[in-house]
């Protein structure tokens, strides 16, 4: 029988609890609330609905725990218009824009500013555009810089050294790929570098326990004991 991907709910006491599940090739059930407060369950193909069912009503209390932890930090991001004096960050620190009309596209931090050179100098979308190219291309320098400062600090964790890729994720700050990549959501960057770390010791940790267990849990504080304030701290980040 192939199991297709469904979305679903359960109640517990006055809550229901709505998730999605989505059949993925791997051994364990996992149950994640993301930080906009859906909740994704990853499990096996053989996996049957009641099964799930029954696992969701187990964990129930510490989903709702997770959702009501979520909640206290919104709204997340206020929206962003891109125009002169607007407040943007970088590793935890807040810039502002100015907007200068000049020949050549450029974009350059200096001071408390964030400087965008461009000859469309009325265009927001251009603005936006130019400063999203910039966090990226300095993303991943200070990613991999990163990288390599939590690598050595867990190097006895004996997992390959991984390659970074960058995306924009809505969800996520990070996964990792069975090929034993790590993805970093773009965003990050604007995060304090002790958050970044976080996520980075995060994603290394699972490259050798795959699921959210307690030898994963074990591993993550052995490395990296203050964990969960930088995670609190990188949860209440208005980016």
């Known amino acids: 029988v192939v199991m297709t991907n469904y979305s679903s709910s359960i109640t ?66 206020p929206s962003r218009c891109y125009v002169g004096g607007e407040t943007h960050q970088f590793l935890g620190r807040q810039y502002r824009l100015k907007i200068k009309k000049q020949k050549e596209n450029a974009v350059k931090l200096k001071g408390a500013y964030f400087y965008i050179m461009t000859p469309d100098s009325h265009c927001t979308k251009k603005t936006k555009n130019l400063l999203e190219d910039w966090y990226k291309e300095h993303a991943y320098s200070v990613f991999a810089r990163r990288l390599e400062i939590c690598y050595e600090t867990a190097k006895k964790l004996h997992v390959p050294f991984p390659e970074i890729q960058l995306r924009r994720m809505a969800k996520r700050w990070g996964s990792c790929s069975k090929a034993g990549d790590i993805l970093l959501n773009t965003n990050l960057v604007k995060a304090p570098l002790y958050c970044i770390d976080y996520v980075i010791m995060h994603e290394l940790c699972h490259l050798k326990v795959h699921t959210h267990n307690d030898r994963y849990y074990n591993l993550l504080s052995k490395y990296m004991p203050d964990w969960e304030k930088r995670k609190e701290r990188l949860e209440k980040a208005t980016i």
Not at 53 to 64: L, S, Y
């Open 12 to 77: 517990y006491g006055k809550e229901s609890i709505s998730f999605n599940v989505l059949y993925v090739d791997r051994k364990t059930l996992e149950i994640a609330v993301h930080p906009d407060a859906q909740v994704i369950v990853k499990a096996p193909k053989g996996a049957t609905p009641k099964a799930i069912q029954g696992r969701m009503v187990k964990r129930a209390r510490w989903i709702i725990k997770q959702i009501n932890y979520f909640h206290t930090f919104e709204p997340r991001t």
